[in-house]
């Protein structure tokens, strides 16, 4: 596999060492019908304060590759191989009751629908004390005041009457808040967020976005946002890694990433999403569809919809540092300079 | 421009909740209580002209799903007419009101909930144009064939379920089905939402090539501003179930005049946009049970003075075809 920045730290972190890393990470579901390799040697590291956007469409491995940090991988599925590192530490082999000391304290999850972290009969104060308190010795009333100044951190208006309420009496947007205010109280030092904006309008999409990278910002917190939606994640994240088939084609920074896409998957993602300059004309769109996990093209995943596939392509592409900084695994990439592509 | 296939002329639609017992009992002890109604769609005046695409966008509970519908004849206006080729599309008798249904097609969101689940492909596209005397029992096989190629789909595939298919896949059978009567005018509402991008752009590129195939007409509604700025000749932007804008989609897209279209625009993500700062228009959408006096949007606006929050703003032509319903624009003037 490819060569990761920087040698392993010990378990005593460092504040330049990464606060994740993900290595070789394989997550694979034992069904009837065969072995899905939903995550197949998955690697990247995501840095203090730093957002990480995890792209692909639905059935590429994203979500599983989120819920596989988080140690919430159900039969099954089981993660079979890999190391995922937090500050040194290998998520991946430790006992669930460690990862429950970690998860929900130092490592957080935003869900796609905020119903998946709210209990929909119980007070929002209520699960949010409960929450304070399971990882924290305070008094009830402290907990209280800190589930009180994250939901101000947010933009809830009048936080004092809304802990009162139940998620039922909340917009989806304000839901979604909520659901973000949870995962802040302990001001986590790694988020995943899995697609939350996805669901929600234009204008209340804007100023989630902007909370989070306030957060960001402000608390140092290293943030993993997935989704299938190339325009927002250009907005927010500082390194992309574009997922196909369980496996990471391309991953580089975003800049480089979306102006000079390396594998032709990506540039035919970014094809597809209609823009300004491309009024009227057909979008460059990628021929056929993602393929079954179960009954992959030998080789490179993508050949069968690939416009530069060649016979070579049937021989499995490393995941190679084509260019500095940059990594795609393809043979035949795009945007390479002249005497390399040689 | 050629004559319009539908024209608007004030339409409302309201949908009340009737009160229950408890609030009959009150109303009937003298307290002020009324039946709940929602104004879903209030005063819209829309013309779509034969050939053009008119993009109509909103976030979620603006009205634009209700008014496709009703453009689109499921539904009734409780107000004001809807006229097909100049003539009210209620007063429509026989022949001509069954001609006027099917010209008019619409596409779904949703390709799960829209397809019967129970009936094979070949059944979902070709029953309608058999009942309605399009084809022959003896030609319906190649009839169906011809439509499902149409949408880019396999006729092989036609004795299987819908479920044997995937997202997009569904969406080209709803393509087929709307097509398969040869309507001259489709609705789409949301047709693309529920897609993967790479499927989107496929879904996307069908529509303007059968455009250009069939010489349709579509009122396109989205949310998604980037794919309407795409498909559109026209766009119309509603809020809480007025028009708050109408223009050209370049005009639109170049010089909007509402706040509200402003703060969409600016606030929609864009892929060449890097790492900017987001900020977003303050406040949720209200209910619209309960709609903002005045301007709707005034409680959100950054501009709102006085007057927007006691009069309800019209509709005025600020330039050839752009119309914006702010009262800034008195203002200027």
């Not at chain 2, 809480?240 to 050209?248: I, K, T």
């Not at chain 2, 209910?287 to 959100?300: D, E, V, Y």
Request: aromatic fraction near 6%; charge should be positive; include cysteine.
């Amino acid at each position: 596999m490819a060569a990761s920045p920087g040698a392993v730290s010990p378990v005593s972190a460092t504040a330049s060492s990464p606060t994740l890393e993900v290595r070789n990470l394989q997550t694979h579901f034992f069904t009837r019908a065969g072995v899905v390799k939903a995550v197949d040697g998955v690697s990247f590291t995501v840095g203090r304060g730093k957002v990480m956007g995890l792209v692909g469409e639905s059935g590429s491995g994203k979500t599983v590759t989120g819920f596989s940090i988080l140690g919430l991988v159900d039969e099954p599925g089981r993660i079979v191989g890999g190391e995922i590192l937090f500050h040194g530490q290998n998520l991946a082999r430790l006992k669930e009751e460690e990862m429950r000391q970690l998860r929900g304290n130092r490592i957080a999850m935003i869900f796609q629908d905020p119903m998946m972290t709210l209990n929909p009969v119980l007070r929002v104060d209520t699960q949010m004390i409960e929450t304070v308190l399971a990882h924290t010795k305070v008094s009830k009333e402290e907990a209280r005041q800190r589930a009180r100044d994250t939901l101000g951190m947010v933009g809830i208006p009048s936080p004092d009457e809304r802990l009162k309420s139940y998620p039922h009496q909340f917009s989806g947007g304000m839901r979604q808040r909520v659901a973000i205010a949870i995962a802040l109280l302990h001001r986590p030092e790694l988020i995943v967020a899995d697609e939350p904006t996805t669901a929600l309008d234009v204008t209340i999409q804007a100023q989630i976005l902007a909370e989070v990278q306030k957060l960001c910002a402000q608390t140092g917190t290293a943030m993993i946002w997935i989704t299938h939606d190339l325009t927002v994640v250009a907005g927010l994240a500082d390194e992309l890694a574009v997922m196909y088939a369980g496996r990471v084609v391309e991953h580089g920074p975003v800049n480089g990433t979306l102006d000079k896409p390396l594998h032709p998957y990506t540039m035919g993602l970014i094809g597809s999403v209609p823009s300004r300059n491309k009024r009227g004309e057909p979008l460059r769109q990628i021929p056929g569809m993602t393929p079954s996990l179960l009954n992959l093209p030998v080789g490179c995943a993508f050949r069968t919809r690939c416009p530069k596939a060649q016979d070579k392509c049937q021989q499995d592409p490393p995941l190679g540092e084509l260019l500095p900084g940059r990594r795609a695994r393809c043979f035949f990439p795009y945007n390479m300079p002249a005497e390399a592509a040689a | 421009m050629s004559t319009p296939i539908i024209e608007l002329k004030g339409v409302s639609k309201r949908f009340s909740k009737p009160l229950d017992l408890a609030g009959k009992l009150a109303r009937k002890l003298g307290a002020p209580v009324k039946d709940e109604t929602v104004h879903a769609v209030d005063g819209v005046d829309l013309i779509v002209r034969k050939g053009e695409v008119v993009g109509l966008v909103g976030e979620s509970g603006c009205g634009k799903s209700t008014l496709g519908r009703m453009v689109a004849g499921i539904m009734p206006a409780s107000n004001g007419d809807i006229l097909w080729h100049g003539k009210r599309l209620d007063s429509l008798q026989g022949a001509e009101a069954r001609q006027a249904k099917l010209q008019t097609q619409m596409i779904f969101q949703d390709p799960y909930a829209s397809l019967n689940p129970r009936m094979k492909v070949a059944d979902i596209v070709g029953e309608a144009p058999l009942v309605h005397g399009l084809t022959k029992r003896s030609e319906w096989d190649g009839y169906v064939d011809n439509q499902m190629r149409r949408a880019g789909l396999d006729p092989s595939f036609k004795r299987r379920y819908p479920h044997q298919f995937s997202g997009g896949q569904r969406q080209r059978i709803g393509i087929a089905r709307a097509l398969a009567v040869q309507p001259e005018f489709i609705v789409c509402d949301e047709a693309v939402a529920a897609l993967d991008v790479s499927i989107q752009a496929q879904i996307l590129n069908l529509f303007m090539d059968l455009r250009r195939e069939l010489d349709l007409t579509y009122l396109f509604i989205s949310h998604d501003l980037g794919v309407v700025e795409h498909l559109s000749d026209r766009v119309v932007i509603m809020y809480l179930g007025r028009v708050v804008e109408e223009a050209p989609a370049e005009e639109v897209f170049a010089r909007a005049n509402h706040p509200y279209t402003q703060a969409l625009l600016s606030e929609v993500p864009r892929i060449e946009a890097r790492k900017k700062s987001f900020a977003g228009i303050k406040g949720e959408i209200p209910s619209p049970l309960n709609p903002p006096s005045g301007c709707h949007f005034h409680p959100r606006c950054p501009h709102a003075f006085d007057r927007c929050k006691v009069e309800k703003p019209a509709l005025k032509e600020i330039a050839p075809g752009h119309k914006s319903r702010c009262h800034l624009n008195d203002r200027a003037a």
